[in-house]
């Protein structure tokens, strides 16, 4: 896997090469921001990553400290 950026310049955004042909998208805009009413990640919420081949992750959004 190979970390680059790819965009015009000042819209950049960051992406992982698998191989010459797959990308995978780093960075994703803020979706939830976008909504009406605008949605959020809430405590107890689990975020799962997974990529064939290669394994998951996943994460548990805390509340604050």
Do not use: C, N
Not at 20 to 40: I, K, N
């Amino acid at each position: 896997m190979h970390l680059m950026r790819i965009g015009a310049p000042g819209a950049e955004k960051p992406v992982a090469r698998i191989d010459d042909e797959t990308y995978v998208d780093l960075a994703p805009p803020g979706v939830g921001m976008g909504l009406t009413p605008p949605v959020y990640l809430q405590p107890g919420d689990v975020i799962e990553l997974g990529i064939d081949r290669l394994g998951s992750r996943r994460q548990h959004a805390l509340g604050p400290r």
